[in-house]
């Protein structure tokens, strides 16, 4: 639940930075390029919709595509172990 809320509070400081670092008026000569704002933003839209999914995740929405949390790997581990602990108590 600790990696929900600062994941919530990590756009704030990159679109703050994307804002400052974009503005020649306090960056003079150091304002970033077009291509770097452009990245920038794309980057800071990627966690931000990352962080829509985890909230929603969170609050128990079923996301189409999603697994629910599980692995195949720990859903087949989860089998051998119930498949051997049901055959012990049939012997």
């Known amino acids: 639940m600790s990696q929900v809320v600062l994941s919530m509070a990590l756009p704030l400081p990159m679109i703050s930075l994307l804002s400052f670092t974009g503005r020649p ?3 003079g000569a150091f304002t970033n390029s077009r291509l770097t704002r452009i990245v920038a ?13 985890l909230i929603a ?15 195949g790997l ?12 049901s055959s012990a108590f049939c012997l």
Not at 74 to 85: C, F, K, P
């Open 25 to 27: 008026d306090i960056m």
């Open 74 to 85: 720990v859903r087949g581990a989860t089998r051998l172990l119930d498949e051997r602990r």
């Open 57 to 71: 995740q969170t609050l128990g929405v079923p996301i189409p595509g999603l697994s629910s949390g599980e692995s």
């Open 41 to 53: 933003l794309i980057g800071t839209a990627v966690v931000l919709a990352v962080n829509v999914v």
